[in-house]
């Protein structure tokens, strides 16, 4: 049975900016510290496969047109794949928090094939920077890895923190302890 690291993309993969939240210019485009070189080694030194998971608010709208988003994107993967970083699956949630659609992260719409099939999800995990991630871990019957500090805190109407600590497997600021944790 394959094992599945879901990621998400912003603030764990590439920085978030912190005044709109949207990388939609290459200008925007930067990396986590150590974030390359540290998924070269998962992909080398463990059996997951890779899936990036991510929620893009309103992408496709005036406020956020695709093709701002897609260069950006497709420079971030064609870096990652230079290096031999390759995700099985780009899963991209363009609706807005407030919609509560069935696809959006911690929902499990966008991900119910790998409940379905044949995955060993209980040695997963989602990595991601926001207590929602956790949740989608929770949701998914994974374990949940929390890089940075949670941006989400004020809408915990989706969070069960019972249930997200008990998923937590690590709490770090860094890809070096994920690596790290992954490899052990």
């Not at 998924?39 to 496969?49: M, N, P, Q």
């Not at 496709?60 to 695709?66: A, S």
């Not at 119910?112 to 999800?121: N, P, S, W």
Request: hydrophobic fraction near 40%.
């Amino acid at each position: 049975m394959k094992k599945i690291l879901f990621i998400d993309r912003d603030g764990t993969l590439i920085e978030e900016p912190p005044v709109d939240y949207l990388v939609d210019s290459y200008e925007k485009l930067q990396f986590l510290p150590s974030v390359i070189q540290n998924l070269v080694d998962i992909v080398r030194h463990t059996d997951f496969e890779l899936v990036m998971i991510t929620n893009q608010d309103g992408l496709g709208t005036p406020i956020f047109p695709e093709e701002k988003f897609w260069g950006p994107h497709n420079l971030m993967m064609k870096t990652f794949e230079t290096e031999g970083i390759t995700f099985r699956e780009v899963l991209i949630d363009k609706t807005f928090a407030k919609d509560k659609a069935p696809t959006r992260k911690p929902f499990t719409g966008l991900v119910t094939h790998y409940m379905q099939g044949d995955f060993d999800l209980e040695n997963s995990f989602v990595i991601g920077d926001r207590l929602t991630d956790v949740q989608l871990a929770v949701n998914l019957g994974c374990k949940g890895i929390m890089i940075g500090k949670s941006l989400d805190l004020a809408d915990d109407s989706m969070v069960d923190m019972e249930k997200v600590n008990k998923a937590m497997a690590l709490k770090t600021d860094n890809w070096t302890a994920i690596k790290n944790y992954l490899i052990r």
